[in-house]
């Protein structure tokens, strides 16, 4: 009898714990244009572009549980990728799980990946834009850049291995 008492507290013992609901605020509110820059990595203007053209794609037809906002899925992921920190991380900012934060990450870049055509466009002319770039910087082959960052690059192991080094790094 007694061992049937002792399994009847051990599985007491082992019953999930009660549900905390946190809190699931919008943080646009909440954040001047630079508290939001310094956060997100860009303008609060362009967070709400980017909410309002994947809202559509986001927004959850089911109530079941307590989904999210789609602006916060939006504004969960510029997190993720701005900070380049962990899913755990980055839920932790509004009460979401590791692995809601995963599904959202992933949720989100496929939306955005979807809107590619509208927003990436190689050049028409990409013969004239490679002879402007090599005569503006001896760049062969090369048809557009983004947003003039550096990145860093390992030179591959050929003869002209030395073209393709970055002239900052030349000098350095």
């Given amino acids: 009898m007694e061992y049937l008492e002792n399994l009847n507290e051990n ?21 001047d244009d630079t508290a939001f820059q310094g956060r997100f990595r860009m303008y609060k203007q362009h967070a709400l572009e980017i909410i309002s053209l994947l809202e559509p794609t986001l927004s959850c037809l089911s109530l079941r549980g307590r989904p999210l906002p789609s602006s916060l ?26 692995a809601t934060v995963c599904r959202i990450v992933h949720k989100v870049c496929r ?30 082959d090369v048809i557009g850049c983004i947003d003039g960052c550096h990145v860093p690059i390992k030179c591959p192991s050929t003869p002209d291995a030395e073209e393709y080094r970055n002239l900052s790094e030349r000098t350095a």
């Fill in 11 to 31: 599985q007491r013992a082992q019953q999930r714990p009660a549900r905390v609901l946190l809190d699931r605020s919008d943080p646009l509110p909440y954040f």
């Fill in 73 to 98: 899925q939006v504004l969960l992921t510029l997190r993720f990728l701005a900070t380049g920190t962990f899913h755990r991380e980055t839920g932790d900012l509004c009460g979401a799980s590791e």
């Fill in 111 to 140: 939306a955005i990946c979807e809107l590619r055509s509208v927003f990436m466009k190689f050049p028409d002319a990409e013969a004239n834009y490679k002879v402007q770039f090599y005569e503006y910087g001896h760049f062969p």
